[in-house]
């Protein structure tokens, strides 16, 4: 049984910074895709940062340069970095996996298996 689960959301102020896990297990395959994804109440879920099988990340245009997606495979472990966070980053964090042959990785209807969430709150 696939399961994810985050840590590491905290309560910062702007232009600080917070590192989250998603730990992951239950699988002997690795995903094609990991990924984070973020949602603020009232509003879309968003894609944040992905990693494919061939280690290659993908971010969003409103991240890029400050966040940065990276993975433990001897642990399982999926983390993000954000740097600089800003207001505009406050959000439940959610990792998610998918084993889809030809995955969009920062397309949320591409992922079957999600953990429970992390809050990071940025505050100015």
């Known amino acids: 049984q696939v399961q994810l689960v985050e840590s590491g959301g905290d309560s910062v102020q702007a232009g600080g910074s917070l590192r989250l896990s998603c730990a992951t297990s239950g699988y002997s395959s690795r995903p094609s895709c990991l990924a984070w994804f973020r949602r603020v109440p009232g509003k879309e879920r968003e894609g944040v940062a992905s990693i494919d099988m061939a280690g290659v990340a993908d971010y969003a245009d409103s991240v890029r340069g400050r966040f940065t997606i990276s993975e433990d495979k001897a642990t399982n472990t999926l983390y993000l970095q954000m740097d600089s966070l800003d207001p505009e980053d406050t959000a439940m964090y959610y990792c998610?996996?998918?084993?889809?042959?030809?995955?969009?990785?920062?397309?949320?209807?591409?992922?079957?298996?999600w953990g429970p969430g992390t809050q990071a709150t940025v505050s100015s």
């Open positions: 998610a996996a998918n084993w889809l042959t030809r995955p969009r990785c920062l397309n949320q209807f591409h992922y079957a298996y």
